[in-house]
């Protein structure tokens, strides 16, 4: 990437006081952000985006360590020394870009114009990890040294897919190895508007589940002679219903269970059908774990007088930070470099889907996302405002020098 064509395009457009140009960290953070677009890093493909990561980390003195897993990329990355840990963690993968014809400017190309980077992944994440990358690299080129903390880097390539072989595996590699995380950042776009507005203090946990029942064909004007599925379905339905869940907290959004699809087979107008089959979804407060909701579902489902199958899939455990942290101070780093960075106080938020940092979370780990507003992501068109990102890097850059 031009550096001099970028600052042509972006020149005036950020509304900062600081300076109408961009300086030549924002070029190097934009360049980094167009490397890592351009790569087209597809679940689970990472396209190159570690070795790219890897190599600008070892230059400025990290061990780097990276290993695959069913086709996906996993890195960690080291260095520092001192008691505490801190990590910042993400994701080089990407949503396929849907119809590229649709795209205004190819979702690869990494078009700047307007102030404004387009491209798949602009948002959801490679702005975040191209933050960390400049503020990690900034914060050592101005003569500050990760003496009094050991800082991590966790990056995988399987964050929107099944998420089986990503973060997930470098926790239990780093639970082997019994290294903790106190704390970590996650560059996950957190924020509505602009920049900073909301850092994710936690995540409702989420399972699917399934519930068949299988019964006697046979014509329905003979009801003596069939057992139809859907009937005894009716009445699991019904109970599902009936079940009061949490209503949440101040911090925190209730349970609900949501219904997402029955099916019983070929439809014929005369016939029962030889099997009726449920799935639904439950988003769950803190209150609950798999074990617990798999234990109401079946206490719910005793009465039935038939026999049924239930599985749960997909169980996504939740998370949530205190508040008042007694192992780190870390959201008053964060809160202190947002403020002093954009003027603006940040919302605490649980709300949105689930993410990695549920899986860094059960290494006892206080879990923030941080990144920048989340209004394009995994759309046609995914884009992002430079002077968002240059703000997220400048606020990485605060955090890592008052976190020790
Ligand atoms: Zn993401």
New binding site residues.
């Given amino acids: 990437m031009n550096n001099l064509k970028i600052n042509k395009l972006i020149n005036l457009q950020r509304n900062s006081t600081k300076t109408n140009s961009l300086t030549f960290n924002d070029q190097r953070l934009l360049g980094h952000l167009s490397e890592l677009i351009k790569r087209p890093s597809v679940t689970p493909y990472d396209a190159g985006c570690t070795d790219y990561l890897s190599q600008q980390l070892t230059a400025y003195g990290f061990e780097t360590e990276t290993f695959t897993l069913n086709g996906v990329t996993n890195l960690i990355a080291k260095t520092g020394k001192g008691k505490k840990t801190l990590a910042f963690v993400g994701?080089t993968d990407v949503v396929p870009p849907g119809n590229e014809e649709q795209w205004q400017h190819a979702p690869y190309s990494a078009h700047i114009s307007d102030g404004i980077i387009w491209g798949r992944g602009s948002v959801?994440?490679k702005s975040g990890l191209s933050c960390m990358l400049d503020a990690t690299q900034q914060f050592l080129e101005s003569g500050n040294s990760f003496d009094d903390y050991q800082f991590y880097w966790l990056v995988t390539s399987d964050?929107?897919g099944e998420a089986e072989y990503g973060t997930r595996a470098i926790v239990h590699y780093l639970q082997k190895k019994n290294i903790t995380i106190d704390a970590c950042i996650v560059g996950?776009p957190s924020a509505s508007r602009s920049c900073g507005d909301t850092v994710k203090v936690g995540r409702r946990g989420a399972i699917s589940g399934s519930i068949s029942i299988k019964g006697k064909v046979g014509h329905v004007a003979y009801p003596q002679q069939i057992d139809n599925p859907i009937h005894h379905m009716g009445y699991v339905i019904s109970q599902l219903n009936a079940i009061e869940w949490d209503s949440g907290s101040l911090d925190f959004p209730g349970t609900s269970l949501q219904i997402t699809h029955i099916d019983s087979g070929q439809f014929t107008d005369n016939v029962s059908p030889a099997e009726c089959k449920i799935h639904f979804n439950i988003r769950y407060s803190h209150n609950w774990c798999e074990t617990s909701l798999n234990a109401l579902i079946k206490k719910q489902l005793a009465s039935i007088n038939c026999q049924y199958d239930i599985t749960f899939d997909r169980p996504c455990q939740p998370y949530l930070t205190p508040m008042e942290s007694p192992k780190t101070s870390l959201l008053n780093v964060i809160e202190s470099a947002i403020i002093k960075t954009t003027g603006r106080y940040p919302l605490l938020s649980t709300s949105g889907g689930t993410s990695d940092g549920r899986f860094v979370a059960q290494l006892g780990a206080d879990v923030y996302e941080l990144g920048i507003p989340n209004k394009t992501i995994h759309q046609i068109n995914e884009r992002a405002e430079i002077e968002d990102i240059v703000q997220l890097r400048d606020i990485y850059v605060e955090i890592l020098k008052h976190y020790a």
């Fill in positions: 994701h959801d994440m964050e929107e996950e």
